[in-house]
């Protein structure tokens, strides 16, 4: 018997306990047990009387209550209903992000071109193409260490994404019927004041462009004019806040608003975006 094993029900209650007390989910116990175990969370509370080990899960707790995102603790991350991988090459998808993938599914015609900009894990364009696989997805990051994790998990995920290296469009040719972002929209001001949970282990590359949080969302919306097919459209992730500012940037280029999208919390989070066609 290992010197530091004990009762996984007593292991389980005295950490879920601890975990409260830190202010941390006690659900995040159960997760990091069940993938130390490679059993279901049922098995944690079928199977109380097995011994278990507390050193590894109390190694894992150590980082998270140090502020490590759970995810990165765990390398991975579910959306939309599937699990990518994820570490700190790339931000953490959101929930939100899927209103964003939703918007794109039901606009694409059929056998579109669509391109996602700023990839990061690949958790947009691997979706939209998992999803409709009619569609011809290309996936464009400047990073090529968060492309090196999009590519991971496109082979798990079996699909047929094009990955590129690029400054936005830069680096890719033709034209799109989508173009579709979550690009990094939090002003710098506010940058700083994010928990430090977000703060100081996600990429902050993928967080803020500057002081406005709209700087690279302008800049996409100069390149994507001469790149959209006819009647395609722009979708974009943007941040609270930002809806009258982005119709402020979409009426000075000449894009008409044809939807603002609310999240679950009735924030203006997806915007659909297509643009003049005399001005292209």
């Known amino acids: 018997m290992k010197r530091n094993s004990e009762r996984l029900d007593d292991l389980r209650a005295r950490l879920r306990e601890d975990a409260l007390e830190r202010g941390i989910s006690p659900r995040d116990v159960d997760l990091l047990l069940s993938d130390l175990l490679e059993k279901p969370i049922a098995f944690l509370i079928a199977f109380g009387e097995t011994r278990v080990d507390a050193a590894p899960v109390e190694a894992l707790l150590a980082r998270r209550y140090a502020g490590e995102p759970l995810q990165y603790i765990r390398g991975r991350t579910e959306f939309y209903s599937r699990t990518f991988l994820v570490d700190t090459r790339v931000l953490i998808p959101r929930p939100e992000t899927e209103l964003l993938v939703e918007a794109a599914l039901e606009r694409a015609p059929r056998g579109a071109r669509v391109v996602d900009v700023g990839t990061g894990s690949g958790c947009i364009a691997i979706t939209i193409e998992r999803e409709r696989p009619d569609l011809r997805v290309f996936s464009v990051d400047r990073s090529v260490d968060?492309?090196?994790?999009?590519?991971?998990?496109?082979?798990?995920?079996?699909?047929?994404?094009?990955?590129?290296?690029?400054?936005?469009?830069?680096?890719?040719?033709?034209?799109?019927?989508?173009i579709v972002s979550n690009p990094p929209y939090v002003p710098l001001a506010e940058y700083e004041q994010l928990d430090d949970e977000v703060r100081i282990h996600e990429p902050r590359m993928a967080l803020t462009p500057g002081p406005r949080g709209t700087e690279l969302i302008e800049r996409l919306l100069d390149e994507a004019r001469s790149r959209l097919a006819p009647n395609g459209q722009v979708i974009l992730e943007v941040g609270y806040g930002q809806e009258a500012a982005i119709r402020e940037i979409a009426a000075m280029k000449q894009y008409a608003v044809d939807a603002f999208l609310?999240?679950?919390?009735?924030?203006?989070?997806?915007?659909?975006?297509?643009?003049?066609?005399?001005?292209?």
């Not at 492309?147 to 033709?174: C, H, K, P, Q, Y």
């Not at 679950?264 to 005399?278: K, Q, Y």
Request: charged share 20%; net charge negative; aromatic share 2%.
């Open 146 to 178: 968060a492309l090196a994790l999009a590519a991971a998990n496109r082979a798990r995920l079996e699909s047929r994404v094009a990955l590129a290296t690029s400054d936005l469009l830069s680096a890719i040719d033709g034209t799109f019927a989508l």
């Open 262 to 280: 609310p999240d679950l919390a009735g924030i203006p989070r997806v915007v659909v975006l297509s643009a003049d066609a005399e001005q292209r």
